[in-house]
Each structure stands twice: as structure tokens, then as C-alpha cells.
Nanobody, 126 residues
Framework: VQLQASGGGLVQAGGSLKLSCSASGYTLDSYNIGWFRRAPGKEREGVSYISGSGGTTYYADSVKGRFTISRDVAKNTVYLQMNRLKPDDTAVYYC????????????????????WGQGTLVTVSS
């Protein structure tokens, strides 16, 4: 299982970015995908998650209403659309995968992610 995050960059407050998480070695319906971030001097934070079925999503309160997680099964890619960005969103963003079973395809898990991609830096200027 390999994950590659991309799409980070420098943006002004109020702007938008779209992150991509490309997966190889597995299909999306076998895994939960989560987006996490680590800001300077802070602990890692779970930002958004999507279930194996794609039908269940979860957002941290800090990004609810501004970020949208989605996926393209044909491309085996999960996206994080980030709108109305704030300086507090500045962080290295990571995507991660957690293996699931068929019985939990509609469940979003918030922890125990085993596979991690390299991060992509998002910097929001004020």
C-alpha cells in the first residue's frame, strides 16, 4: 500500500487549495482514508475521513463547512477540497489508510491508520 499526497502550496487567507491522495497497491473500497495535519509546535490532528464505501464522511469541527473530502474510484484517488482557508490551517497535511472489512465499509474510523503517505505543506498567509 502506497500513498502519495500532493497539492499543497502557499495561498492567501480566504483562498482555496485541493489536495490529492493517490493510492496504489489497493482499492479504495478496502480502506478508510483519512487526512491529517500537523502544524508547527502542535500535535497531529485528524481533519477528515471517508469510509470504504465512500458514503460516510467525517470532519473535524475546525474544518467543518470549509473542507470537503471526496474520491474518484477510477483514479484511486481521494481529494480534500479546502475553501476559505485560514492561517490556522497552515500545516503539513498527510493522507493515511486503514484496512477495513466488508462489514465496516460504511464506518469511518478515526484512529489506527497503518499506512501513511509523505506530507504536503499548506501555508496560508494572512
Amino acid at each position: 500500500v502506497q500513498l502519495q499526497a500532493s497539492g499543497g502550496g502557499l495561498v492567501q487567507a480566504g483562498g482555496s487549495l485541493k489536495l490529492s491522495c493517490s493510492a496504489s497497491g489497493y482499492t479504495l473500497d478496502s480502506y478508510n482514508i483519512g487526512w491529517f495535519r500537523r502544524a508547527p509546535g502542535k500535535e497531529r490532528e485528524g481533519v477528515s475521513y471517508i469510509s470504504g464505501s465512500g458514503g460516510t464522511t467525517y470532519y473535524a469541527d475546525s474544518v467543518k463547512g470549509r473542507f470537503t473530502i471526496s474520491r474518484d474510484v477510477a483514479k484511486n484517488t481521494v481529494y480534500l477540497q479546502m475553501n476559505r482557508l485560514k492561517p490556522d490551517d497552515t500545516a503539513v497535511y498527510y493522507c493515511a489508510a486503514r484496512r477495513i472489512t466488508r462489514a465496516t465499509m460504511d464506518v469511518v474510523f478515526l484512529d489506527d491508520y497503518n499506512y501513511w503517505g509523505q506530507g504536503t505543506l499548506v501555508t496560508v498567509s494572512s
